[in-house]
């Protein structure tokens, strides 16, 4: 049976590599994911008797692997980049977010951190009535690696399921009736130090944009987040039925038409009256989107913004073809709206 993997799941290949996948559609021969952890003498985590390092930076990562782990970087033709991506030969165990919720509800005495995890989880399905086989525990927790500092990452299956539970979220944050709250002015300038390492935002219109999320916070004093995904039911994209041709670099205005799938990983922003600022100039440029969570909830319908991104073709199954300004891959990419 071929191996099935999505975002939120992890990879541990061969090696003790440990990768965090990207998206719902992969080539045959490999799915795309990213490093996260390798194993390091001087790291400060533990799993198994061995040492592992976080790595944070996509440019940190894919350093790493091109020095001395080559294979996990290759040229995807319908992607129309090079990537990172785990062979499925090399695949030797794949960590499910769901697997995570059953296991720690069933052990006998989770530390301090995975019971946090299991308590929002619980809170969760009983201000959303999403049954917890829809849920799951991603990020450190999922594989082992977590320490006491560490986020608490929820992943969402199913479209209905995560209108649910952001709902819940929006309505708990804003009565207060639980442990989870929206993110101080401190802890924003906490979370803006950090973001800035790789991601280039006035911090004004960090602040503004960030405040007012629901799909992250603080549950008692740890910070989470909260991944909304399409089940595998709702994802109607296979592999090639779409090429992505790299067109470009550009700095547009425009308005939201459409945010429904703000939410959602990837996120998507539909726009209307483009006004290209800087850069490859192409038409019809539609979309906004990104595989990154910071760029979920980043604009609401009807509101004006200011977007920097790499410019792609889309060709479609049918021929059709239209551009869309993708974000996340390089540190000049940010998205500012200006709220009504």
């Known amino acids: 049976m071929a191996i099935k993997a999505r975002e939120g799941d992890f990879i541990e290949t061969l090696e003790g590599l440990i990768f965090d996948v990207k998206g719902m559609v992969h080539p045959p021969d490999r799915i795309i994911a990213y490093l996260r952890y390798l194993i390091d003498p001087r790291g400060e985590r ?21 020095r001395r782990y080559p294979q996990y970087v290759y040229y995807d033709p319908v992607f129309g980049m090079h990537m990172q991506g785990v062979p499925r030969s090399c695949i030797l165990i794949v960590y499910k977010p ?17 019971a946090e995890a299991i308590e929002l989880v619980q809170i969760l399905k009983e201000h959303s009535g999403v049954k917890l086989k829809n849920m799951g525990i991603s990020g450190s927790i999922l594989v082992g690696l977590h320490t006491k500092r560490s986020d608490i990452d929820i992943i969402v299956y199913g479209k209905k399921n995560c209108i649910s539970v952001y709902r819940a979220l929006c309505s708990l944050m804003k009565y207060g009736e639980t442990p989870i709250r929206r993110y101080s002015r401190e802890d924003l300038l906490r979370l803006y130090k950090f973001r800035s390492r790789d991601t280039c935002m006035p911090i004004k219109d960090f602040m503004q944009v960030e405040r007012r999320k629901s799909i992250q ?4 004093e740890r910070d989470f987040f909260v991944r909304f995904l399409p089940d595998w039911s709702e994802v109607n994209e296979k592999y090639g039925d779409r090429v992505y041709v790299p067109s470009g670099y550009a700095k547009i205005k425009a308005r939201v038409l459409d945010d429904s799938e703000s939410i959602f990983t990837p996120c998507r922003y539909l726009i209307c009256d483009v006004e290209f600022l800087e850069g490859t100039k192409v038409s019809p440029l539609r979309e906004v989107a990104s595989f990154r969570g910071r760029f979920c909830e980043q604009a609401r319908k009807g509101e004006e913004i200011i977007a920097q991104g790499k410019v792609e073709k889309v060709i479609e199954k049918d021929g059709m073809e239209f551009f869309r300004l993708m974000l996340g891959e390089r540190f000049t990419d940010f998205m500012i709206s200006k709220p009504r």
């Open 217 to 220: 916070g603080k549950f008692r």
């Open 46 to 66: 533990w799993k198994n008797g061995r040492r592992y390092t976080k790595v944070y930076s996509l440019h940190e990562r894919e350093k790493i692997l091109k």
């Open 98 to 114: 769901q697997d995570k919720i059953v296991e720690l509800l069933r052990k006998p005495e989770p530390d301090g951190v995975e």
